[in-house]
């Protein structure tokens, strides 16, 4: 599976983004789809995911503000970013399992000034 992401960069607190992720190769079989994202001098995290029976998993720290959506085949999901803070400011990474295998795109930057 490889995953390409796009849709990060600069925005003022307050404001809004949109990232997406479109999922290739061997994508039969993907169970979960979603993003996490790792700040500077943090670990990874997760952010938002959604499984293939359409249940969704946020973060706390972006419950209210961010919605993850994909289609019903798993190949794209996109996340839309609302009320952004600074503190949301981080390298996004779009995530996949697929048959107990986690794969990884490359990662986008999102930076929020305040």
Same mark, same amino acid.
């Given at each position: 599976?490889?995953?390409?992401?796009?849709?990060?960069?600069?925005?003022?607190?307050?404001?809004?983004?949109?990232?997406? &992720?479109?999922?290739?190769?061997?994508?039969?079989?993907?169970?979960?789809?979603?993003?996490?994202?790792?700040?500077?001098?943090?670990?990874?995290?997760?952010?938002?995911?959604?499984?293939?029976?359409?249940?969704?998993?946020?973060?706390?720290?972006?419950?209210?503000?961010?919605?993850?959506?994909?289609?019903?085949?798993?190949?794209?999901?996109?996340?839309?970013?609302?009320?952004?803070?600074?503190?949301?400011?981080?390298?996004?990474? &779009?995530?996949?399992?697929?048959?107990?295998?986690?794969?990884?795109?490359?990662?986008?930057?999102?930076?929020?000034?305040?």
């Amino acid at each position: 599976v490889q995953l390409q992401a796009s849709g990060g960069g600069l925005v003022q607190a307050g404001g809004s983004l949109r990232l997406s &992720c479109v999922a290739s190769g061997s994508t039969f079989g993907i169970a979960a789809i979603g993003w996490y994202r790792q700040a500077p001098g943090k670990q990874r995290e997760l952010v938002a995911t959604v499984n293939s029976r359409g249940d969704t998993i946020y973060a706390d720290s972006v419950k209210g503000r961010f919605t993850v959506s994909g289609d019903s085949a798993k190949i794209t999901v996109n996340l839309q970013m609302n009320s952004l803070k600074p503190e949301d400011t981080a390298v996004y990474y &779009c995530y996949a399992r697929r048959f107990a295998r986690e794969y990884w795109g490359q990662g986008t930057l999102v930076t929020v000034s305040s």
